[in-house]
C-alpha cells in the first residue's frame, strides 16, 4: 500500500507496485503453510500420546 501511494506521488515505477504485492503474497502463502504445519504438527502429537477416533 506505502508503494502504491508512493506511485500514485510519482515517486516510484509500477514495478515497484507489483514487487510489493508479490512479497505480499509470499509472504501470506508461507503464514498459511506454517499455520497447516502446526495444526498438522498438532494432530501428529495427539495420535503419538494415544489420542484417535473412537469406533
Keep these: 500500500r506505502l508503494s502504491d501511494l508512493r506511485y500514485r506521488g510519482g515517486a516510484t515505477s ?7 504485492q508479490t512479497n505480499y503474497f509470499s509472504a501470506q502463502l508461507n503464514l498459511a ?21 473412537e469406533q
Excluded at 509500477?14 to 514487487?19: A, K
Excluded at 503453510?33 to 477416533?53: C, D, K
Design 14 to 20: 509500477y514495478l515497484e507496485v507489483l514487487t510489493s
Design 33 to 53: 503453510r506454517a499455520r497447516l504445519s502446526e495444526r498438522l504438527s498438532l494432530v501428529q502429537l495427539y495420535v503419538a500420546l494415544g489420542g484417535g477416533w
